[in-house]
């Protein structure tokens, strides 16, 4: 029997980007409790956002939803609906990984890179990979994890925005 995923390309990348400001919580603005990866940070400052604002798992779910092809986050959970209104955005990882799966791939790898002046990710990186790797079902050895500062400058450097990259491989699952 012909394979019905064969036409398909063997390999699919994807990049995922993703930006969030920074704001104390209301009322003095409207940052959300600080968290990336699942994991909560204690910080003066959190994310605006109409889900949870988790710019770790938003750029995971962008870069697994281009490597096959598909609109973004913004078009696939509208921030418009009510619905996602402080939504946990594991959800969407599994959403994601759903999709991934519908369309026939695996993930290989993940590689990804957050960038923020504070707070230190040194002593929680292993949790936020282990979150990564569990809501995609991988082991942890697929997903990489980078922290970066932005040397002080720009909006992010000056501890107003969190912004993650991440680079998704995917391999055609038959
Ligand atoms: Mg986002």
Request: charged residues 20%; contains cysteine; aromatic residues 4%.
């Amino acid at each position: 029997m012909p394979d019905a995923t064969e036409h398909l390309p063997r390999l699919r990348i994807g990049h995922g980007y993703d930006l969030h400001r920074l704001e104390p919580a209301p009322p003095a603005g409207k940052g959300r409790p600080f968290i990336l990866a699942g994991v909560p940070f204690d910080h003066p400052v959190g994310p605006v956002g109409h889900s949870d604002g988790d710019a770790v798992y938003h750029a995971v779910v962008d870069a697994l939803l281009g490597a096959i092809g598909l609109p973004d986050i913004g078009q696939a959970f509208p921030d418009t609906d009510p619905a996602w209104d402080g939504q946990d955005s594991a959800h969407f990882v599994e959403k994601a990984r759903e999709a991934m799966a519908n369309h026939g791939y695996a993930l290989v790898n993940l590689d990804v890179t957050v960038i923020c002046e504070r707070p230190k990710l040194s002593p929680v990186k292993d949790a936020m990979i282990a979150n990564i790797a569990r809501l995609l079902g991988v082991a942890r050895t697929q997903v990489n994890l980078k922290g970066k500062t932005h040397e002080k400058v720009d909006a992010v450097g000056e501890g107003r925005a969190v912004e993650v990259h991440v680079v998704a491989l995917l391999a055609r699952a038959t």
